[in-house]
């Protein structure tokens, strides 16, 4: 999550595995960000604004492009509890 260039919270909460279907959730709110790959750690931030969004890029980044396929994809208008976030990612 990024606010004018400067980086607000990294969803990316640890390697992924190669070769392996993998679960990410992420979930935030003004000042609440969560995230959990895999049903491991919870990686948060209590502190960051959140941008305007006006687009969602699935699989890149700038210059950067995930190679991969996604076999689905979830959306929830509201902020998950960390719980949430840690047992969807299951």
Do not use: M
Not at 7 to 28: D, E, G, H, M
């Amino acid at each position: 999550v990024q606010v004018s260039g400067v980086n607000q919270f990294n969803s990316l909460t640890a390697a992924w595995p190669v070769n392996t279907p993998t679960k990410i959730v992420t979930s935030y709110k003004l000042d609440s960000f969560a995230a959990c790959l895999g049903g491991g750690t919870i990686r948060t931030d209590v502190s960051g604004t959140v941008p305007t969004v006006s687009a969602l890029y699935i699989g890149s980044h700038g210059s950067y492009f995930w190679t991969g396929c996604i076999q689905r994809l979830f959306y929830w208008p509201q902020r998950l509890t960390n719980n949430e976030v840690q047992a969807f990612s299951k």
